[in-house]
């Protein structure tokens, strides 16, 4: 997977900060992204791009527990959320809803704004082609590959109840 980054570099950006709370009265992807990040960067919704990365510092997603803030990111055509660390709740609702979630030691401080990133899931690398340079993840468990391969939970679920 290659994308542009779109970094935060902060610590504990919240649930409410990716989509505001004003507008949970929405379920649609394509709505929520319109609002996507809008309270950190009004300009975000304007720049990301189809396939786009955003990079987080540690305790990404931090807050309450709703499931809009993936929707909003994935609506947005955000691919991957590479953070230093996530709140657990958050990294949870990302594979629950098959969307791909990475950490990645101090990678806020390494990747710039708009440089081009590849992902490999499998070996657990993220190259850096702006910088040429390569940062090392521990690669997701075979479990949650197979949550992200089946579109989520309730894929997953309904896939191993036909079997």
């Not at 409410?16 to 709370?21: N, Q, R, Y």
Request: net charge negative.
């Amino acid at each position: 997977m290659k994308g542009k980054a779109h970094v935060y570099k902060r610590a504990h950006i919240n649930t409410d900060e990716i989509i505001p709370a004003r507008y949970l009265n929405v379920d649609k992807e394509a709505e929520l992204a319109k609002h996507a990040m809008e309270d950190i960067d009004k300009d975000f919704v304007n720049k990301v791009q189809v396939g786009d990365f955003i990079v987080g510092g540690a305790d990404f997603g931090c807050g309450s527990s709703r499931e809009h803030a993936v929707w909003a990111l994935r609506g947005a055509g955000v691919r991957v959320v590479i953070a230093e660390k996530f709140a657990r709740i958050f990294y949870r609702n990302c594979l629950n809803n098959g969307f791909i979630a990475v950490e990645c030691k101090e990678i806020s401080e390494k990747v710039d704004d708009a440089d081009e990133l590849e992902i490999e899931i499998s070996t657990g690398e993220i190259k850096n082609n702006t910088k040429n340079e390569v940062y090392k993840f521990e690669p997701l468990s075979d479990f949650a590959e197979e949550l992200l391969n089946s579109g989520g939970l309730m894929n997953y679920v309904l896939k191993k109840k036909r079997i």
